[in-house]
DNA sequence: CTTTACAAACCAACCAGTCGGTTTTATAAA
DNA sequence: TTTATAAAACCGACTGGTTGGTTTGTAAAG
């Protein structure tokens, strides 16, 4: 096998494990050596391929977060023609994909902010250009951060497995959410925004303006 | 001094102590040497208040609900009367509550979670009995869960460090969350929910209006 | 005098990270 | 093709420090 192939499918056994260690035990036992265990390597494998515990985490966060943002791009072409808030429409869609894959994402943030919360920084950042990109989009921004947080809302709380929610009822609310139609009979005029940000009102049809 | 309140000073301490550490240092640096270490008491002496650690978890998780629930019962006090939606009211008051209070009880949720995920039982249970209140008041059930979901994802992504809110959006946010108005004009008749559940949805006075 | 609350030393298990050595792969000279 | 050499991947024993929990001792309350 080459060596390349052979480091990747390495590191990648690792970080599956520490998925699946995550999801069974819980962010507290994860531990190098269970890693290890549970991936079939031995810890100095381990340990070659990640320095530091810490790394192990910062590379699950990566790849979970390529994984969604590929979805995300996918889905924006997807419904960027038709919509007119397509940057809202992909990010609760994204986190529905989230709270609907097994693997999810939101795991491996949790054990990041368990282990080291400065990791959060990276998400954080991302989440903060999104949020920009809906509130630019947007007739009313304050309805639509409150959509983008129902959203969130659902994905963290089955994930903590606090969710009072069925599956049904959980699927059925973010189709609702994701159904403008259902959200139009009372939007705001953003008198606020519209003084500051003339053009952007207007152009809620397709054209996420890029702002600095 | 007395023995008993001896003893309860020292719980009381141990537990706030434990609330300190996981502000300050994250769920995941919450030991029994820390929590003597903060407290002031030997480990000893904390070990002699609580059996195990999962006990103190618990003690901590079950202090935190029933500050919360007193704040519920005074809330649910003061609008019963004037709200027709009192049980969504009183949760969405006591979400922001958690959000803004700083030691929040969602730390020792997230505290409980990460040592032990069966711990997240209680307060489950807890929720499951709020929520089904909620849906038995609410015109249009599912825009009120979707109400509360918005609220708990305010909350968690502002206790993640993940939320690219301000503070004041934050703000503004739970108090149109709260805002009965702003979600009337968009209520559906719960069709379905009225057909299987009959004698309740007469029963309270939340009739669905529409209003401009 | 008995029980309760606490202190301090102690212990076995576990943890992240190290290290010397072994196997596998890559390169290239003979 | 064979052989030599180096580099990368990998192994597993080991280390210093931490963890949850125990044991032993002591002073105060009842």
Known sequence: MDNATRSERSRNAALEAAIAIIARDGPGRLTLDAIARESGLSKGGVMHQFRTKEAVLKALLERQMAHFEEFS?????????????????????????????????ALALVAAMVENPSLMALP???????MAA?????????????????????????????????????QRLF??????????GL??????????????????????????
Do not use: C
């Not at 996918?74 to 609760?92: F, I």
């Not at 304050?142 to 994930?159: K, V």
């Not at 609702?176 to 139609?181: G, I």
């Open 134 to 170: 809906i509130k630019e989009e947007a007739a009313d921004p304050d309805l639509a951060m409150l959509r983008w947080a129902g959203a969130l809302g659902l994905l963290l709380s089955s994930l903590f497995g606090m969710s009072p929610l069925s599956k049904d009822e959980h």
């Open 73 to 105: 791009t996918h889905y924006m072409a997807k419904v960027s023609a038709t919509s007119a808030n397509p940057n809202l429409a992909t990010q609760l869609a994204t986190i529905r994909e989230a709270a609907t894959t097994p693997n999810s994402a």
């Open 175 to 184: 189709v609702r959410l994701l159904d403008d139609a259902q959200w139009t």
């Open 124 to 130: 954080r950042e991302l989440e903060s250009k999104r």
């Open 187 to 212: 939007e705001q005029p953003a008198t606020k925004r519209a003084a500051k940000s003339g053009a952007a009102s207007t152009a809620k049809a397709a054209t996420p303006r890029k702002r600095a």
